[in-house]
């Protein structure tokens, strides 16, 4: 299968890995040095908990065109930066698009994107169960992974048949979910309470 992944931080370089792995043919859009680290190291991931480290060719991009065509494409970059390429996407003329990570206003997105496309578009969220961050600037180290809750804002995700097919030959697990604008509220809310936790603990330990 034909997939995009649109960004090439620790998210995006780590559901590559898993999609290559799995037989398909995965672009991924960089920007930055990193076009350059993609192209010469390919992607480079430390399996903490594995203690190894994987290495995967992919195709770079720089640009997503409007007649570039991907079976799906996957957007996992920060919110405020996957809300700047909507235009972009909703410019392009593939048809299934799953954005990953936290978000907060999923439905704004949605709109946006089925006021501004030509075609209608099937769209999707989703949540990647894993932890990550760079330990140099070319090196993504994985903690966990091999999930990802996902599913559309209003009840079952119609096309879930296209998605367990990109994955059907990894060990990567998809959650479906009928109502991912809650579950994706709801995980914001742990993340807030478990920050505000974490900054009790801290000036308790300062004092
Ligand atoms: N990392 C984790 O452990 C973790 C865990 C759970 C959930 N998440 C969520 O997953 C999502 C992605 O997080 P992440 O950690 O993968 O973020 P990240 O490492 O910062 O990756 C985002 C990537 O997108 C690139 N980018 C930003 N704007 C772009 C644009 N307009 N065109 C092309 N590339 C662009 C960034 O490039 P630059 O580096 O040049 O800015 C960066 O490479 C977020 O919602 C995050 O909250 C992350």
Known sequence: MRILIYGAGVQGSYLAHVLV??????????????IEELKKDGIVIRHYFQHKTTVDKVNVISKLLPNDIYD???????????????????????????????????????????KNSNEQKQIA???????????????VNIRLGGSMDIGSLDGKLSWHQLLENAFKNTKYKLIFNENMDSWLKTHMIFVMLWLTLLMHVMVIYVK
């Open 21 to 34: 792995r799995g037989g398909n043919d995965v672009t991924i859009l960089a920007r930055g040095k990193r």
């Open 72 to 114: 799906i494409i996957f957007v996992l970059m920060q919110y405020q930066q996957s809300k700047s390429i909507l235009s972009v996407i909703s410019d392009n003329i593939s048809k299934y698009i799953v954005f990953v990570g936290n978000n907060a206003n999923a439905r704004e997105f949605q709109d946006f994107i089925n």
């Open 125 to 139: 969220f989703g949540f990647q169960t894993n932890g990550g961050r760079y330990v140099n600037s070319r090196i």
